[in-house]
């Protein structure tokens, strides 16, 4: 799709990396400009647990305007609607901070991607990997965003089961649906100070009505970094639409901008 009637005009199309077999499924948001011998700066988008690439579309969207490439990718095996493949019996925070570094990979060898300009924006279960990824490859991105992360997740870890060897595979994660037991032993040794192995920007992000994940877990989890911002986002719930969008893009987009190293 040719959006060229748009202020910052942009090409939105389907993009695999790899097969469509085995590899990862996304959408491109690709500004006009780029290509055409420009590079221009590449963000990725890890999405939340049970929704897929459609949460980054709207980001795409504002961004590609603004002169970022964006490509919002399905996790393997995080939703029954991915067109990535995959099971949710199979799939954890670790597997998705995976296919983050997978994509991530894929994009350095695409001719339009500035390698010195790689971010990455993760919401919800996609902020926990987002971090996870940045930590244990702290020289990947210029820098992340972190929204509504669902830290909540490790105490998960450490109160649903007694022992790692109890968890059963697969179990009833909260009623929602079932899930394969590394989707809480991968985590069960991690420790979250691990995640301050990314020396890079950091911006983070909460709604102040968010109804499943407190602020707090957002919070803390940015006094690990030693170069973050912290921002509540008014109306937000777990996740940004109508004006708590707009205020997130307002916080993102200079973020962006402030970070994006010119040659």
Excluded at 41 to 47: A, D, I, Q, S, T
Excluded at 74 to 89: F, N, T, V
Aim: hydrophobic letters at 40%; aromatic letters at 14%.
């Amino acid at each position: 799709m040719n959006r060229s009637d748009m202020p910052g005009s942009f090409r939105e199309t389907e993009k695999w990396c790899g097969s469509p077999e085995r590899g990862i499924y996304g959408r491109l948001f690709l500004p006009e400009h780029a290509g055409r011998g420009k590079r221009v700066p590449v963000v990725l988008f890890c999405h939340e647990l049970y929704r897929n690439h459609e949460s980054g579309v709207p980001y795409g969207l504002a961004l590609a305007k603004k002169g970022y490439a964006v490509y919002t990718f399905d996790c393997r095996g995080a939703s029954k609607e991915s067109r990535s493949p995959g099971s949710m019996l199979d799939m954890s925070v670790l597997t998705c901070a995976r296919d983050l570094m997978e994509v991530y990979r894929e994009a350095l060898a695409w001719p339009f991607t500035d390698p010195t300009n790689i971010f990455a924006i993760g919401a919800s279960q996609g902020a926990f990997s987002t971090a996870l990824a940045a930590g244990r490859n702290p020289d990947a991105f210029a820098g992340i965003v972190l929204m509504y992360g669902a830290f909540v997740i490790m105490d998960d870890v450490k109160n649903m089961f007694a022992d790692k060897e109890s968890v059963p595979d697969p179990f009833d994660y909260k009623g929602w649906s079932m899930m394969g037991a590394r989707y809480l032993t991968d985590l069960w040794d991690f420790d979250m100070s691990e995640l301050a192995g990314y020396k890079g920007p950091v911006l983070v992000l909460h709604g102040d009505d968010d109804p499943l994940v407190d602020p707090s877990y957002s919070r803390n989890v940015a006094k690990i970094y030693r170069n973050s911002d912290f921002y509540m986002i008014e109306g937000g719930r777990h996740g940004f639409k109508k004006a708590a969008f707009s205020s997130a893009i307002d916080k993102i987009y200079p973020f962006l901008a402030e970070n994006t190293k010119f040659s």
